[in-house]
């Protein structure tokens, strides 16, 4: 029997024996043998898909701008606009931030392969980008999340970071920025040449102290230009910016030793210097020369805040190659001024050493004396001008019991502490101020200006301050009387007078001698106020208040006597450039300070041409007899220190001054090329020393003046200054300017008057004339008289 076949069949399908494997199966399989694989190629394409779309997103500015190639063609940092002395030497800066700019010839080798072996040694190799570098910082702070691993950025990616902070994103803010960074420094590489690159780095990179730059930098830290750094130095400069403070050579010198070392290595390392060379540059000490020069501290603070306004308005009158007003403070403006920096310096450096000496005997003169005590209304005036609460007196100085803390300057240096407001009010009140300048006559040229001691504390600026001149006016007293024609051998009583028709007003000599008689020579050379005041009333007030305005003093002058003895106010700046005008044979001086004004790139936008007089308004001869006047102030009167303590050799004429109660003490110092003036007091007249020994001109600002020219004159660069020579006046005015400046008595046996008393009687020459000619027995007698007809004559021609 046969079996039965439970499998059915057709012609065109033959049973194998075998089941089918379906593909569906077998994918199973797969799947299930690799799964890992499957998951990483899914993952790599979502972390690409989001990497492409991370990327373009940071590329389009979507997550933080992105400057576009043209933008970064035109990077504006804000530049300091930059004040310059004559020979090319920073005075001082206007600026948001204190930044500058130096090209990359500018800057020395020394920097560039300190900066490359210690930030970026492939820097010569990569596009903008060290992948490699790149890629250990992306492990580190993203994967890590260490937000301090640095060591991956280039310098143009360093770069990227100054001129376009960084933004805060949460937990994506490394990724953004460090991706925006490398977009930025490959454009930025595209577009500059190494060199370039390296110049922007060194230009836009912040250093210690809030400065910006590497000539900023250079300047402050080593008193130098950039291409004058030694190895030693730019290790010093590169290293600080790793952490710009907390390197800081002035204030942790060990920290930036060791930092400087650092560098050192890094550049032996990459072959920028030999294993000699190293050993060397870390034996060095630091050396650090450091130098401010910012909005309150330089050379000469007090002249930049001057020159300011004028600027301010030349940057509002002209536009630049966009059509924008020039802005002083962010366009790197290069001014030039007439400024002599060592002279600056030296004017600077004479200030501040006397007036801390000055200042110790101050305080010591008030040790044991209150003067807020004596004079109560310093106080009261004081806390009044400062009252804007608008309460009462006595509200306001209960404020001023409150402590709080403050920063004072003294002498000794800068001093924090807690003090009521009082005691602080009156240890500004109690302090001693100065101002100097010095004017080059020929040339109308300012060469030095200093308008106080210390400008972060008083803005003040003493040079333009009107104070009473004292004695200081006398010499244009004797002036006028020349232009008069009162011979200079003419003399005067030295009485103790009363003027009745002023008010009974007695005019007295600080020493309080009244004897003899004195010409104009020894009565200015000895600044005899009475005999100052005969003269004034010879030569008219109102004549002599002509030839001050034509010498270009604007201040009021009072048409009253005492005229003669300073009591008018006068800036300092205006009375020296009236004296200027007297060495400059009577033709009056405008000191010029001004040259030039150039863009960042030296394009010259504004040149200034001096404004300089041509023709006297008086006569030189007579310029030339004060001069030879003043000249005796020097060799035997009240300004002899200039010879016996400062030394100062050469043709040197001068005019001490003081005013009443001592309050201001001045000193005005002339020689043929230089002429300076000197004020010393308090910002309040009432504060002043007690005696006339300490606070007379010649005590108070005398010192200054000497001081200066004992600098100068030390210095080889102004050698020939010492050796100038003032005009001389002709023949008979010398033999006038011969006589003794003083006399016990007149050589007149026969007769009791003189020609004061002549001309004080205002009586008509005739009978006088004809008995002093009937009795006169000599030549010099006949001569004598001859100069007093032409004084009448002139008299009577006036009436």
């Known amino acids: ?416 502490k807690e003090v009521t407001r009082l005691d602080s009010l009156k240890h500004y009140l109690k302090m001693l101020n100065a101002g100097f300048i010095a004017i080059d006559p020929q040339e109308a040229t300012l060469k030095a200006w200093v308008g106080g001691i210390d400008y972060r504390f008083f803005k003040y600026d003493h040079v333009k301050a009107p104070r009473q001149t004292g004695s200081t006016f006398k010499p244009f007293v004797y002036l006028a009387a020349l232009e008069e024609n009162i011979p200079p051998d003419t003399y005067f009583p030295n009485q103790l007078k009363v003027y009745k028709e002023y008010d009974d007003w007695t005019p007295r000599n600080s020493h309080d001698h009244y004897e003899g008689y004195y010409n104009m020579k020894g009565a200015l050379a000895k600044s005899i106020n009475t005999i100052s005041v005969d003269v004034l009333l010879e030569a008219g007030i109102d004549e002599t208040i002509e030839i001050a305005r034509d010498l270009g003093i604007s201040a009021d002058l009072p048409e009253y006597p005492s005229l003669a003895l300073g009591v008018a106010s006068i800036s300092l700046k205006e009375i020296v450039e009236a004296f200027a005008g007297l060495v400059n044979d009577g033709i009056p001086v405008k000191a010029n300070y001004l040259v030039q004004i150039a863009d960042k790139n030296g394009k010259v936008l504004k040149t200034f041409e001096p404004n300089i007089s041509r023709s006297p308004v008086v006569a030189p001869e007579n310029c030339r007899a004060i001069i030879k006047m003043m000249e005796a102030v020097i060799d035997e009167g009240t300004g002899r220190t200039i010879r016996t303590v400062y030394n100062i050799p050469g043709e040197f004429a001068g005019k001490t001054g003081t005013t009443q109660n001592n309050s201001d003490g001045w000193f005005i110092g002339l020689t043929p090329r230089l002429v300076t003036g000197c004020w010393v007091g308090a910002d309040d007249p009432r504060v002043h020393f007690r005696t006339t020994t300490y606070g007379q001109g010649a005590y108070m600002a005398l010192p200054i003046v000497g001081k200066f020219f004992y600098k100068t004159y030390r210095d080889s660069k102004y050698s020939s200054l010492k050796n100038s020579s003032f005009g001389l006046p002709g023949e008979e005015m010398l033999a006038m300017l011969s006589e003794p400046g003083y006399k016990e008595v007149l050589d007149m046996p026969k007769h009791d008057f003189n020609l004061a008393d002549i001309f004080k009687r205002n009586e008509k020459p005739s009978d006088l004339e004809k008995t002093r000619q009937r009795e006169a027995k000599d030549k010099d007698e006949g001569q004598l008289w001859k100069k007093i007809k032409g004084i009448f004559k002139k008299k009577d021609k006036k009436r």
Request: proline share 5%.
């Open 1 to 416: 029997m046969a079996k039965k076949n439970t499998h059915s069949s057709s012609a065109g399908n033959k049973p194998t024996g075998k089941p089918k494997k379906s593909s569906k199966g077998k994918s199973k399989k797969s799947g299930k043998k690799y799964p890992v694989l499957r998951w990483i190629g899914k993952a790599a394409i979502v972390f690409f898909l989001l990497g492409c779309l991370f990327f373009i997103l940071v590329f389009l500015g979507v997550l933080g701008p992105v400057p576009s190639k043209d933008q970064l063609q035109i990077i504006n940092n804000p530049l300091a606009s930059e004040v310059y002395s004559a020979d090319g030497q920073i005075l001082g800066r206007y600026y948001v931030e204190n930044r500058s700019y130096a090209s990359f010839e500018e800057i020395s080798p020394n920097v560039i392969n300190a900066l490359v072996a210690t930030e970026d040694a492939r820097f010569y190799e990569h596009r903008g980008i060290d992948e490699i570098a790149l890629l250990r910082v992306l492990v580190k702070s993203v994967v890590l999340r260490n937000d301090h691993s640095g060591g991956g950025s280039t310098i143009s990616q360093q770069i990227a970071k100054n001129l376009f902070p960084r933004v805060n994103y949460g937990p994506l803010s490394m990724p953004v920025n460090k991706l925006r960074e490398a977009i930025i420094a490959y454009r930025l590489e595209r577009i500059y040449s190494k060199n370039e690159i390296l110049a922007l780095y060194l230009n836009t990179v912040p250093f210690a102290e809030n400065t910006f730059g590497i000539e900023v930098a250079a300047e402050r830290f080593f008193s130098k230009a950039p291409a004058k750094l030694d190895v030693h130095e730019a290790a010093v400069l590169v290293g600080m910016l790793k952490a710009n403070n907390y390197y800081n050579p002035r204030l942790h010198p060990e920290r930036a030793l060791g930092r400087r070392n650092v560098v050192i290595d890094q550049m032996l390392k990459n072959n920028y210097l030999s294993a000699e060379e190293a050993v060397f540059y870390k034996e060095k000490p630091l050396g650090v020369r450091y130098r401010m020069i910012s909005y309150n501290q330089g050379p000469a603070p007090y002249f930049v805040e001057m020159l300011k306004p004028e600027l301010m308005e030349w940057c509002s009158n002209n536009q630049n190659e966009k059509g924008e007003n020039y802005n002083l403070y962010t366009d790197g403006l290069k001014i030039t001024t007439t400024l002599d920096y060592n002279l600056q310096v030296y004017a600077q450096q004479s200030v501040k050493e006397y007036m801390k000496d000055l200042q110790k005997v101050f305080d010591n003169h008030w040790k044991d004396r209150d003067m807020f005590k004596a004079d109560p209304a310093i106080l009261k005036s004081a806390i009044q001008n400062q009252n804007t609460s608008g309460r009462s007196y006595q509200e306001e100085l209960a404020s001023y019991n409150a402590k709080t803390h403050t920063t004072l300057f003294t002498w000794d240096g800068l001093e924090s």
